[in-house]
């Protein structure tokens, strides 16, 4: 009879077992910093988001006389004057909008809104066998219905931390500046530290790493905009309550691949059911969605295909998953743009090695 074989595990044995190991250290670490510095890391994103945006307007002036300071100065001036313009306008809007999504919300939770969904469930069933248990359509609209809510409450709480937080967007407005005005110099000073060995890498890899973010988070802000106003416009003509809160999320979203319209549909769709009160109105919805989807992918494919990062759908779909586990609905917004981060600089990490001998 043979003696069973004994295995045992030694990784510091075996160097290359460390390559196997060592992701995953870091990636439950980076899990962990993650959730606990999260408003960091949205703030952080946010900085290099504006200034990614208005870093060329400084260099344009740069080359048509002016110095550093003067062009941050005139820029970031202008750039505030359009915030305070649009905060004038839409501020008052906005502030009504959000105490009446929040007082929606609980309303949704105290008396339940469920029958609304239990009608739309019925539609199917109708068509559906495997639908036609009351019991099973019941589950369902419970089920849907406490979803539904949860995003709900993420984007109050989501429109709120970004839109109305005066300590959020004042640290945000003086890291802007600072980045803008010293980004130059924290680059060499970074280069500088390392040893003489790591120059020629450090400097390439610093320069692909700052100009591939740079552009992606350009088009990230490009495609923002445009999908908000849009989408805006639509909710206004639909006469959909919220539609400046409503249009920015879905804007938000359609800067996340593959999944940004589903994730963008779902508090919409919600309010419009609870508040038109009759289920074709998700058809009418989910139609203006396809619609503006549609014609985004036509006009901005190329800015789309840059947000993708070339990760794939399934890779995206549990970076998405990850990022609503660990910070809910933020985490839907602010996953897919952390994980480029890493995987820009994993790549650049990589691309050393695999170039240059250390």
């Not at 006469?239 to 879905?250: C, H, K, R, S």
């Not at 992918?297 to 609503?324: C, D, F, R």
């Not at 660990?326 to 790549?347: D, E, N």
């Amino acid at each position: 009879m043979q003696e069973p074989i004994a295995f045992r595990f030694s990784p510091w044995k075996n160097p290359a077992n460390l390559k196997l190991i060592l992701p995953l250290i870091v990636g439950l670490l980076l899990t962990f910093f993650l959730s606990i510095f999260s408003t960091f890391f949205f703030i952080a994103l946010l900085m290099l988001l504006f200034t990614s945006v208005l870093r060329p307007f400084v260099v344009h002036l740069e080359k048509r006389g002016f110095n550093t300071i003067g062009a941050i100065i005139l820029i970031y001036t202008l750039f505030l004057l359009v915030i305070a313009l649009l905060f004038l306008l839409i501020a008052p809007q906005i502030s009504d909008q959000l105490r009446e999504m929040t007082r929606l919300a609980n309303q949704l939770k105290v008396n339940s809104g469920q029958h609304a969904l239990e009608k739309f469930i019925s539609f199917f069933a109708a068509k559906l066998d495997f639908l036609g248990s009351p019991v099973l359509q019941q589950r369902l609209a419970a089920q849907y219905f406490a979803v539904f809510v949860r995003f709900l409450q993420g984007a109050v709480s989501f429109s709120t931390t970004i839109l109305l937080s005066p300590l959020h967007v004042a640290l945000l407005g003086i890291a802007v500046f600072f980045l803008l005005k010293d980004g130059a110099q924290l680059q060499k000073q970074i280069i500088s530290a390392l040893p003489n060995r790591f120059l020629e890498f450090s400097t390439i890899a610093l320069d692909n790493i700052v100009n591939t973010l740079a552009h992606y988070f350009r088009n990230h802000f490009i495609i923002l905009v445009t999908c908000t106003v849009v989408y805006s416009s639509a909710f206004y003509w639909l006469n959909l309550p919220y539609y400046i809160l409503l249009g920015f999320l879905a804007g938000f979203a359609c800067t996340i691949p593959y999944f940004g319209s589903i994730i963008g549909a779902s508090p919409a769709l919600l309010v419009g059911l609870y508040t038109f009160k009759h289920g074709a109105v998700l058809f009418v919805l989910i139609g203006v969605f396809a619609a503006v989807h549609f014609v985004n992918m036509l006009i901005l494919k190329q800015l789309h295909e840059t947000t993708s990062h070339n990760i794939p759908p399934l890779y995206t779909l549990v970076i998405l998953l990850a990022g609503y586990t660990i910070w809910g609905f933020w985490g839907l917004f602010f996953a897919m743009p952390l994980a480029i981060c890493f995987v820009t600089i994993l790549k650049q990490l990589m691309w050393g090695i695999q170039n240059f001998h250390f």
